[in-house]
C-alpha cells in the first residue's frame, strides 16, 4: 500500500519516485533509473510445442528479470523471433517501455513482419508489467486509470447451421454475454465452398441467430475472408433487417482499401476487420483514417503489445470507430483487459477459451459473460512452473555475427535506426 500512495502522490506531482528517477544525472547512457534487465526466459505449457489449437495461437510464455528482483510476463511470439530480438533488452532500463519498443521495431534492415510484431508484442506486454509491479498497482492505473466498471464480452462459435443456430445463440445470452459470433456456414462433404450459395444458407442461419439472442441481445457475423465484393455486397443486404453488430473480415482482400471503400457505400451494415494486422501501419491506419470499419480488431500481442495498443485506441476514438480485440490466449488476454479498462471510447472483447487451461494460475477476471478488474499488480497474471517446461534462456546479447542494427540516436538520444 505504501507503494501505491507512493503512485498517488507521483501523479498528483508531490514527491519524486526513486524507482523511476534514480541515475537521472547519467544523461551520457539516457538512464532513467538505475535497473537493468538482466534474463529473459522463454516457456512452453506442457504437451505443446508453443502453438495451441485454437487458429495457431502463441502458448509461449516470456519472463523478463531485472536486477531489482521484479519479473514481467508476457505471451506470444515463437522461439526463434523471440530468441532474435530478446538479447536486444539485456542490459537496458525496462522503465523505457517507448524506447524499447522502437528499439526493438527498427533494429533490422527491414521492417518487421507480423510474426516478428507478435514477438515484440510478448515482450512488450512483460516490461509494462514491470513497470506497474514496481509501483505496485494495476497495470490499468498506468494508462489512465479505469474508465468503466466492466467489459463487455461476446463469445465466438464456429459455423453454424439452421438446426443448432437459435439454441446455441440463446444459451451465450443465459450466459450473461452482450453478443454471440459464428463463422457462417461450412464447406460441403467434398471439400468446396460456394461463396455464392453460402450467403443464402448464412442469411437463414443468421435468421435463427437473431431469434437466439432475442430483441436484448447480438449477434455478429464473421466472414472469415471468404467473400469477394459481390457476394459480400449481396449477403450484407440481405443481413441489414436482422440488425448485426457487425459484419466481420468481409472482404477476402483485406488489405485493399478500394474494396473496402466500395463496400462501404455499397452497404449499411456495421463493418468490422483487423485481427489478421499487425502494428498500427499494416492495414489499421487506412481503414480507420479512411473510416471504412466501425470496429477495430486489434489484438495482443498481435499489434505489437501495449505500447502500440493504446496507440491504436486513441487513433480510432479520434475517428469514433469502435475496439474489439480478438480473442488470444489467457495471459495476453489479461494484458488487454486493462488496456481495455483504461480506453473511453466504445469497446466490446471477444472470449474464445474459458474455462483457463491448467497452466493458467491467475489471467483474466470473467464473471457473468464480463471481464471485471482486479488489484493485482501487473497485468495481474501469472502461471505454474510445474505446469510448462523452460526452452530458452537469454542473458546476453546474440554473439552470432548477426545483424543487430546500428546503435544510431538523436541529438536527443531518442531511438532513430531506420
Excluded at 501501419?281 to 477495430?296: A, Q, S
Excluded at 489479461?334 to 474464445?352: D, R, T, W, Y
Excluded at 530458452?392 to 535506426?417: F, K
Aim: hydrophobic content about 40%.
Amino acid at each position: 500500500m505504501q507503494r501505491r500512495r507512493l503512485c498517488q502522490s507521483i501523479a498528483l506531482g508531490l514527491v519524486t519516485s526513486p524507482i523511476l528517477n534514480a541515475g537521472l544525472s547519467q544523461h551520457a547512457q539516457g538512464a532513467l533509473s538505475d535497473t537493468r534487465i538482466t534474463r529473459i526466459r522463454l516457456w512452453n505449457p506442457t504437451g505443446t510445442n508453443g502453438l495451441s489449437d485454437w487458429i495457431n495461437l502463441s502458448e509461449i510464455l516470456v519472463t523478463i528479470e531485472t536486477d531489482s528482483g521484479i519479473s514481467g510476463i508476457g505471451q506470444g511470439g515463437t522461439k526463434d523471433l523471440l530468441e532474435d530480438i530478446a538479447g536486444l533488452l539485456i542490459g537496458e532500463d525496462p522503465f523505457r517501455t517507448e524506447y524499447l519498443w522502437s528499439k526493438l521495431y527498427r533494429n533490422k534492415f527491414y521492417p518487421p513482419g507480423r510474426e516478428k510484431i507478435h514477438a515484440m508484442g510478448a515482450l512488450d506486454c512483460a516490461l509494462w508489467d514491470i513497470k506497474a509491479k514496481a509501483l505496485d498497482v494495476p497495470l490499468y492505473e498506468l494508462l489512465g486509470g479505469r474508465t468503466r466498471d466492466h467489459v463487455e464480452c461476446y463469445q465466438s462459435f464456429g459455423t453454424l447451421n439452421v438446426d443448432n443456430a437459435r439454441d446455441s445463440a440463446r444459451s451465450v445470452m443465459d450466459a450473461g454475454y452482450r453478443a454471440v459470433r459464428f463463422h457462417g456456414v461450412d464447406y460441403d462433404e467434398t471439400g468446396r465452398f460456394d461463396a455464392r450459395k453460402a450467403v443464402d444458407q448464412t442469411a437463414r442461419v443468421a435468421e435463427q441467430m437473431r431469434l437466439g439472442v432475442g430483441d436484448d441481445g447480438d449477434w455478429i457475423l464473421d466472414a472469415h475472408t471468404r467473400f469477394d465484393l459481390p457476394d459480400i455486397t449481396r449477403l450484407c443486404n440481405l443481413l441489414e433487417p436482422l440488425n448485426p453488430f457487425f459484419v466481420e473480415d468481409p472482404l477476402r482482400t483485406i488489405t485493399d482499401t478500394v474494396q473496402f471503400e466500395r463496400l462501404r457505400n455499397q452497404v449499411s451494415v456495421p463493418l468490422a476487420a483487423g485481427e489478421q494486422f499487425g502494428d498500427i501501419m499494416d492495414g489499421i491506419r487506412p481503414l480507420v483514417e479512411g473510416n471504412l470499419v466501425d470496429w477495430m480488431r486489434a489484438s495482443m500481442p498481435n499489434v505489437g503489445g501495449v505500447t502500440p495498443f493504446m496507440k491504436i485506441a486513441a487513433l480510432c476514438e479520434a475517428h469514433n470507430i469502435g475496439v474489439v480485440p480478438h480473442f488470444t490466449a489467457p495471459l495476453s488476454t489479461a494484458a488487454v483487459s486493462h488496456c481495455l479498462f483504461a480506453i473511453s471510447g466504445p469497446i466490446i472483447n471477444e472470449i474464445g477459451r474459458f474455462p483457463l487451461e491448467d497452466y493458467v494460475n491467475d489471467s483474466y477476471t470473467l464473471n457473468d459473460g464480463k471481464l471485471y478488474p482486479n488489484d493485482r499488480p501487473g497485468i495481474g497474471a501469472s502461471f505454474h512452473e510445474d505446469q510448462v517446461n523452460l526452452i530458452s534462456e537469454i542473458d546476453a546479447a546474440r554473439t552470432d555475427g548477426l545483424y543487430q542494427g546500428e546503435p544510431y540516436v538523436r541529438p536527443d538520444r531518442s531511438y532513430l535506426y531506420l
